[in-house]
């Protein structure tokens, strides 16, 4: 049986009269795995390094990482540390997307944050004077009271949303596309292809053909919808699903280069160093580190097909192990 994961869903209990929830809590901690919950997340670690898991990006991170996930996108921060207790190690503010929804539908100056939230989908990791600035207010959150924690709480949203400069997307996909601009119909005509054939060969003539178009005119028309070369973008799907298989199944590497479309295992490794900065099995070692395998009850229960983040395109060859909470997500669609 091949080895699954899933995140665990988790329940964000509000105080009383309280629009967002403000939290601090120590390393191990039976809140920190791997898991995901409905609300948007904004989290500091003050104490220790090592490696976090945002959606399907794995990478290092040191006291001060400050990163803002969005609405059911899992996420984990795991400590190097052995099992030495981190007191306070996280820091972190929850709000739900009804009360992020009231904020910038009432208040048309909150425009900006409107925009930043909707790239929180796929994690976000600040720097600069933006993390400096963002991790002052999130302590000043926790000690103000009533009114006054409202009003910091609303700076520190605008503060996050000000420089898109020193903010990093870190996840290729989110649980559900929230781009807010789609591309022509052409072009989603293209996406929707590779999509859905990027694990058999791929020739830009018969996308071009498609799309009515002669192949250099689409290569660049291709370009300007997307930002990428059509090579590019279909190397850039296979190496998205590879992510996918290497953390959620036992396939070997070899096989995985095959599956998703690639015809031999040197360029495939090449590809995803490119993409991921790591080769396959290092991304495979730090993605297990920070997932939890999926207990065999639910082994081959539920499974819910990959979304790309700029279309709504079913992924149909490679599939994510979800549980419940992801299920109605997905019914939602």
């Not at 739900?96 to 930043?116: L, M, Y």
């Not at 022509?184 to 060969?201: G, L, M, P, V, W």
């Not at 250099?216 to 699903?241: E, M």
Request: hydrophobic content about 35%; charged content about 20%; some cysteine.
């Amino acid at each position: 049986m091949e080895r699954k994961s899933v995140p665990v869903y988790e329940v964000i209990v509000f105080p009383p009269s309280a629009s967002f929830r403000w939290n601090v809590h120590d390393y191990p901690h039976h809140l920190a795995k791997w898991h995901y919950h409905v609300e948007y997340e904004l989290h500091l670690i003050q104490n220790s390094s090592g490696t976090m898991m945002i959606g399907d990006y794995v990478g290092p991170f040191e006291p001060e990482c400050l990163v803002l996930t969005g609405p059911n996108l899992p996420h984990n921060w795991l400590s190097d540390t052995g099992n030495l207790t981190i007191p306070d190690r996280d820091m972190l503010i929850q709000f739900s997307p009804e009360c992020a929804d009231r904020i910038c539908t009432n208040f048309p100056e909150f425009e900006e944050v409107q925009r930043f939230l909707s790239e929180a989908a796929f994690g976000l990791l600040f720097s600069g004077e933006t993390a400096r600035k963002g991790a002052s207010l999130l302590r000043q959150v926790g000690r103000a009271q009533g009114a006054q924690r409202m009003i910091l709480f609303l700076e520190l949203l605008a503060t996050l949303a000000r420089n898109p400069s020193e903010r990093k997307t870190l996840s290729h996909r989110a649980p559900a596309a929230t781009i807010p601009s789609r591309p022509s119909e052409k072009a989603e005509r293209a996406i929707n292809y590779i999509h859905n054939n990027y694990f058999s060969d791929i020739h830009l003539t018969t996308v071009a053909q498609l799309c009515g178009m002669e192949p250099s005119a689409f290569s660049r028309f291709f370009k300007k919808q997307t930002g990428h070369t059509f090579a590019k973008y279909v190397n850039q799907t296979r190496i998205y699903s590879a992510c996918t298989l290497l953390a959620h199944t036992d396939r070997s590497v070899t096989e995985i280069c095959f599956d998703v479309g690639f015809n031999n295992i040197a360029n495939f490794n090449r590809q995803f160093v490119k993409f991921c900065d790591q080769t396959p099995s290092a991304y495979r070692r730090t993605a297990r580190r920070c997932t939890t395998p999926a207990p065999a009850s639910i082994q081959d229960s539920i499974f819910m097909p990959v979304r790309y983040g700029s279309n709504a395109s079913l992924d149909k060859k490679v599939q994510i192990p979800m549980n419940r909470g992801v299920e109605a997500l997905a019914g939602a669609q």
